[in-house]
């Protein structure tokens, strides 16, 4: 694993505080971590960490919807009604149905929490769709495409119409406990307990300081039904595995989910229901062995990126909780990444290239 070994030290130098990759396929699964989870304590990270993974929480959720329309609770292409009437649940899912979000510049938004550690978000879910409806829309409902929170903000609410309790309730009754995911939760309060911490370098813009800062226990509005989820890079793997590999929902849904429209991002080509088409991270590292299905996701402090075969055979997941501030330093962690990332999905060789059979 020299190659691999190499590619964790890079990530770490490149300003993450710690790294944990699990991979699995045909061939076995491999464990991989590098640095820290707590710099105060030293504590090394471990693949049985849990971390923030950011927008990968919106696969949980729309495996969790999909098995709501599965059971008859909810529709695809019904409206999202009471609370978007105009655009419907796949609409949602998949970002075509032209919602904004609230936030607007966000420097500006933040600088509360850049004043005072200890500033907390006071608006809910409802007044958070409030703050998006009252905004223009980007395009007409299902006449173009644009990644955006908005569209889990409001899922959350109609998930939880349709349950008659909270989306984290909802989660763990129809995902987590059902696939026996003990070590993942919604969290959409601060993080405390067990977890690795998330840091940013001191020179961050958010909140600055003369070392690494700590975020684990920010009190920020990104924690919702897009982007709260807790977990570790096993236990995502395995919904991934389940998910694509047909265990979890009906055929009809699961070809529904991958269903993909394009996406002009950096992060996806296509993009379904709650996931996408990758194949290349961040657009810099390409496949040597074709496209993947996942999501990459970004919270303050943490970095998570999955990756399955369309068939659900083979997982590669990794959680950092660290991330560069600038530019150069987004690329100089980025490249690593995505070398070992491929290395493990695509079983490469340590010069990149795929065995000969």
């Not at 045909?26 to 990270?45: F, I, K, M, N, Y």
């Not at 223009?136 to 409902?141: G, K, T, Y």
């Not at 026996?180 to 020179?203: K, M, Q, S």
């Not at 529904?256 to 379904?272: F, I, Q």
Request: proline share 7%; glycine share 12%; hydrophobic share 45%.
């Amino acid at each position: 694993m020299a190659f691999a070994d190499e590619q964790l030290e890079a990530i770490i130098a490149a300003g993450a505080t710690g790294v944990a990759v699990f991979a699995a396929g045909p061939q076995g699964q491999t464990e991989l971590a590098a640095g820290v989870a707590d710099l105060r304590t030293g504590e090394p990270v471990t693949p049985s960490h849990r971390f923030r993974i950011a927008s990968l929480t919106k696969i949980f959720v729309a495996a969790l919807v999909l098995r709501l329309v599965a059971e008859g609770a909810l529709e695809l292409d019904a409206p999202a009604a009471p609370f978007v009437e105009d655009v419907t649940v796949r609409q949602l899912l998949n970002h075509t149905s032209g919602l904004d979000d609230f936030v607007g510049d966000l420097l500006e938004f933040l600088e509360p929490w850049r004043r005072d550690a200890s500033h907390r978000w006071e608006l809910g879910a409802r007044e958070e769709l409030e703050l998006v409806l009252a905004k223009p829309r980007l395009f007409p409902p299902g006449e173009g495409w644009a990644y955006r929170g908005a569209n889990y903000i409001a899922l959350k609410l109609v998930v939880e119409a349709a349950t008659g309790g909270t989306l984290r309730k909802a989660l763990r009754r129809y995902v987590f406990e059902p696939l026996g995911l003990r070590r993942t939760d919604l969290v959409e309060e601060p993080l405390r307990g067990d977890c690795a911490r998330g840091y940013l370098p001191g020179d961050n813009p958010i909140h600055p300081g003369d070392g690494p800062v700590d975020f684990t226990e920010f009190d920020f509005p990104f924690y919702r039904g897009g982007g709260g989820i807790v977990s570790t890079p096993v236990e995502t793997a395995r919904l991934l595995r389940v998910l694509l590999g047909g265990e979890f929902l009906p055929a009809r849904l699961r070809e529904e989910m991958l269903d993909a429209v394009e996406s002009d991002w950096a992060e996806t080509d296509r993009y379904g229901l709650g996931i996408g088409e990758i194949s290349a991270v961040l657009g810099r590292e390409r496949s040597p062995c074709g496209p993947a299905w996942g999501h990459l996701g970004f919270a303050v402090g943490y970095v998570a990126i999955a990756l399955s075969s369309e068939d659900g055979m083979r997982q590669v997941v990794l959680c950092a909780n660290g991330q560069p501030a600038t530019a150069p330093a987004v690329e100089a962690l980025f490249d690593p990444v995505g070398r070992l990332l491929w290395h493990l999905y695509c079983g490469t060789t340590e010069t990149g290239e795929r065995p000969r059979s």
